[in-house]
């Protein structure tokens, strides 16, 4: 598949490593600049883009940014995607350590997943969010495997979550159906599943313990 990845920290770098290796032509921005990534396109193989450029063509776009850089994306930034994109959203909302507090959010009550939709003007499938980034390059299993991870996915586009889902899969993870966008508050940070290690089964139970509180921590 033709892949755009927007961001290129430790969760976009890593997606980059593995979805180049597996065959599929990936194109990688950050807000630097693609003169920024030759490092990265040199290891991989991924093709370094503008922002405005990742998503030319693509079946799946990643956005892995801090949420607060959400709203200076570009106007319009899904328009050159391929028909029936699916966009993966990995991000959390941190208000006390990075994003300063977003009212939507918590006055609101939105998903940060939701508000990335309300900004980018597309459903989004939220996905890695809880996921430690050098797990995507050591972890990845053999489907079947007692070991294998698995990862929460929510989403209320149910032709993009089972293309995340496939796509998951190939990485070399199991996926858990974390229901809809509205629902997605129970992989964000501090909930049972946020950076949990382990199956199918611990991650559906951790899913279904989450509280609908936002913890103390994580308000602005």
């Keep these: 598949m033709k892949i755009g990845i927007i961001g290129a920290g430790n969760i976009g770098g890593n997606l980059t490593r593995r979805l180049s290796a597996l065959g599929h032509d990936v194109s990688v921005a950050n807000s630097r600049g693609p003169q920024t990534l030759t490092e990265l396109a040199e290891e991989t193989g991924a093709t370094p883009v503008t922002v405005e450029e990742a998503a030319r063509g693509a079946e799946v776009v990643v956005i892995t940014i801090p949420v607060k850089a959400v709203p200076s994306l570009p106007p319009g930034i899904l328009d050159g995607a391929a028909e029936g994109v699916a966009v993966i959203d990995t991000n959390n909302y941190y ?78 993870f199991d996926t858990v159906d974390a229901g809809g966008i509205d629902d997605s508050w129970r992989q964000q940070p ?27 921590s994580f308000r602005g």
């Design 95 to 172: 208000p006390q350590q990075r994003d300063g507090r977003i009212a939507e959010i918590e006055d609101e009550g939105l998903t940060e997943s939701r508000w990335t939709e309300r900004h980018i003007g597309h459903p989004v499938i939220k996905a890695f969010n809880g996921t430690y980034a050098q797990d995507i390059l050591d972890r990845p299993l053999a489907a079947g495997d007692p070991d294998r991870m698995a990862l929460p996915v929510a989403g209320d586009d149910e032709a993009a979550k089972a293309k995340v889902r496939a796509l998951i899969d190939e990485l070399g």
């Design 190 to 216: 501090d909930t049972p599943v946020y950076g949990l290690q382990a199956g199918t089964e611990a991650v559906t139970k951790a899913l279904a313990e989450a509280s609908p509180e936002r913890p103390a």
